[in-house]
């Protein structure tokens, strides 16, 4: 590991200034991905921002009946929260499919939607990253690759953004509150966090030089029921190879409103609204989910091991369609 | 903001700091595993120097009892325990946050001691397995596990403990799991399937999972034998 300065702020512009303005720097809250990159020497920052007793751990309901979520809030007391259990059960059960409990108790809301991707070649410095270093190539392209993207990826990289409970976020049309280094404040929708990989994979959100994560603002859910689904090589502690996140609601014989979204094979959490589309209005049968479930992977592509994760998608979408509309118990 | 003061001090080198730091330059790895790294690819070269540690203070409230140390930045909890206190329960064994050896309690949660940084947890309570109990007094999860035999080599076993302690502490508190049926239940029956998920993050390598999973259960019903 480089050596690096260390500050703790004290507010959350004045973390974000303080980034922006100290070149190599880097906020650390839980520390869980960037420590461990940092041993790896594939993350090298000179100086940390502790940002981890910034009050920003809150959840708290809003009038309108949003649910407000401090970007410090630990993965595991938002899985916890009574609120979230009752409302929006499809977070709290993907936020308990990802990582290990020591991990869900370190680990926060912000840092979990900038986490960055468990590509192989990514972690491994001897081989060729445009990730890692622009230019130097995809190692992934050709190699072991059955854990990468067929959705959103490109010529430059198809690595995958792990994280679970972006893709509950995703369906559930989250948005991300910033805190800008000159001390302005946004609001980004969570499908436009990330940056397409285009040819530039090693710039990954459309968030600006020391722009701070503050909050995670969630709406009112839809009405119908809710749940996440995880494939994965083990039974626990191992991230997706395909996930699906769905919310549907079948009112007089069609289904009246639906959110999909997948995770583990795009570089982005994937809301897919050509599936949505594919089940609107629609009797709820196995017809119509086959049918949401192929449109949700036209413009899928392999790259070799990774074709799989086509087939499998298409069978995890469909089933888990089924079992929201309660056509199949889960 | 105030600033944790920091600064380079030549005069603080540990063997720790001495084997980052030449595990940083390089150096370590070009010299032992020449064959395994392709100069054309490789992106820290080993004619670098080894980069100057930076320091800075740091009190530390372990098992009840402060400590007050002057640390690299770099060093992890685990470190912290291990070579700075001389705490050597927890165990390093991926150091990457995936074998869960390192667990410790931080503020009575269960963490992975390599994957946090030690100069950030002023005014923490850290606890380990030295201050769980005593070889004259064990703690009930600690009787447990010998009287099950819940180990073989005993390396994963700290780790474990620490973290069935805080296992325990979020099954009180209805802390729903990957395995509970329905999220939205307000309590949580402790079976066994959700024990064992909930002891996921611990790795045993020798395997002796079914006998750790009788320990817990023996503490969790209150029939420690």
């Known amino acids: ?330 | 903001m105030p600033p944790i003061p920091t600064g380079p001090d030549r005069h603080e080198w540990t063997r720790r700091a001495l084997l980052q730091a030449g595990a940083a330059s390089g150096a370590m790895a070009s010299e032992f595993l020449p064959s395994m790294r392709d100069p054309s690819t490789v992106q820290t070269t080993s004619s670098e120097p080894a980069p100057a540690a930076i320091t800075a203070p740091v009190t530390l409230r372990v098992n009840g009892e402060e400590h007050r140390l002057v640390l690299d930045t770099r060093t992890s909890l685990l470190d912290a325990l291990r070579e700075h206190l001389h705490l050597t329960g927890a165990k390093k064994g991926c150091d990457h946050g995936q074998c869960g050896a390192c667990t410790v309690l931080l503020n009575g949660r269960r963490v992975n001691s390599c994957l946090t940084l030690a100069v950030m947890l002023a005014g923490d309570e850290i606890g380990t397995i030295e201050g769980l109990g005593t070889s004259g007094q064990l703690h009930p999860l600690q009787a447990a596990f010998i009287a099950r035999d819940g180990f073989q080599c005993g390396y994963c076993t700290p780790g474990q403990i620490c973290s069935a302690v805080g296992m325990l502490g979020e099954l009180r508190e209805n802390w729903p799991s990957h395995v509970t049926k329905d999220v939205a239940d307000e309590t949580i029956a402790a079976t066994d399937p959700e024990i064992r998920e909930r002891m996921s993050g611990n790795i045993c390598r020798c395997s002796a999972y079914t006998n750790i999973l009788a320990a817990i259960r023996d503490v969790m019903d209150g029939t420690e034998r």
């Open chain 1, 1 to 330: 590991m480089r050596p690096f300065t260390i500050e703790r702020a004290a507010t959350a512009r004045e973390a974000a200034a303080s980034v922006a303005a100290t070149p190599g720097a880097r906020f650390i809250a839980g520390g869980t991905n960037l420590l461990d990159l940092m041993k790896l020497q594939i993350e090298t920052p000179r100086h940390l921002v502790d940002i981890s007793r910034l009050p920003l751990n809150r959840i708290e309901e809003l009038r309108n009946g949003s649910l407000r979520i401090g970007a410090l809030v630990s993965n595991s007391d938002l899985a916890a929260d009574r609120r979230v259990r009752r409302r929006y059960p499809l977070l709290a059960q993907a936020l308990l499919a990802g990582a290990s409990p020591q991990l869900r108790n370190r680990a926060t809301v912000g840092g979990n939607l900038l986490q960055r991707t468990r590509c192989f070649y990514f972690y491994d410095t001897s081989m060729p990253c445009n990730k890692r270093t622009p230019g130097a190539g995809c190692a992934a392209i050709g190699g072991y690759n059955r854990m990468h993207a067929i959705l959103g990826a490109s010529d430059s990289c198809v690595a995958t953004h792990p994280s679970d409970m972006a893709v509950a976020m995703a369906a559930l049309g989250a948005s991300v509150e910033t805190v800008t280094p000159e001390g302005m404040t946004r609001s980004v929708p969570i499908g436009e966090l990330y940056r397409p990989p285009g040819s530039t994979p090693h710039i990954e959100t459309t968030l600006a030089a020391g722009e701070l994560i503050t909050a995670v603002l969630l709406p009112s859910p839809p009405p119908g029921r809710q749940l996440y689904r995880k494939v994965r090589d083990r039974a626990s502690y191992a991230f997706a190879l395909v996930s699906a996140a769905v919310l549907l609601d079948v009112a007089g014989g069609e289904i009246g409103s639906a959110r999909i979204a997948l995770g583990g094979l795009a570089p982005k959490p994937w809301r897919s609204l050509v599936a949505e589309d594919a089940v609107l209005g629609r009797a709820p049968r196995d017809e119509t989910f086959a049918a949401a479930a192929n449109a949700a992977v036209q413009q899928a592509h392999g790259h070799g091991q990774v074709d799989f994760k086509i087939r499998l998608t298409r069978r995890l979408l469909a089933v888990s369609l089924a079992a929201a509309s309660g056509l199949m118990r889960s």
